[in-house]
């Protein structure tokens, strides 16, 4: 974890547990590697609307898939797409394989809708990479209700359109 989200964490009182392990890319991999910890863990996708240009970090279970078409019809884009690498570094600081809740530390202009699923958002503790996917950081629920409040980001915790995996 890079020295300034652990600053930034420290800053605002936000409680967590650091894990390392090796790089995960995909689900599969996360299980294998960090299946031990407890709390649930996040999958998340940086969405881009289309037409309007409008940026979503999406969260959801892990263990689940976005529908894609229910949830462009629930923000009203007529087409999505995934965004850009080059959007996903400039705004959330952040790489491929390592899309995070905690790459809104960095989205220092609101630019992204934070789109969280209610499991993830009302769970006791939840598992995210810190902006790395070597690492997984354990999150009691509060502190991290109280993170994403803190970054200022705008936000929509809903029952996102998911299909089991």
């Known amino acids: 974890m890079e020295d300034s989200l652990k600053r930034w964490l420290a800053v605002h009182n936000i409680q967590y547990v650091l894990h390392s392990h090796p790089a995960v890319f995909t689900v599969p991999e996360a299980r294998e590697h960090c299946g031990h910890i407890p709390g649930t863990h996040c ?7 289309k037409k309007s240009g409008q940026l979503y970090l999406v969260t959801i279970p892990h263990e689940n898939r976005l529908d894609l078409n229910q949830f462009r019809r629930m923000i009203g884009a007529p087409k999505i797409r995934f965004a850009r690498p080059e959007e996903l570094s400039e705004i959330l600081g952040i790489s491929t394989g390592a899309v995070s809740p905690l790459g809104l530390v960095n989205d220092t202009n609101n630019e992204v809708i934070f789109m969280v699923d209610e499991i993830i958002w009302n769970a006791d503790e ?10 997984t950081l354990q999150i009691p629920g509060p502190d991290f209700r109280k993170l994403i409040k803190v970054t200022g980001t705008s936000m929509e915790v809903k029952n ?6």
């Open 43 to 49: 999958k998340n996708l940086f969405l881009k609307n």
């Open 126 to 135: 939840i598992c995210c990479h810190p902006n790395v996917n070597t690492e």
């Open 160 to 165: 996102l359109p998911c299909l089991e995996t």
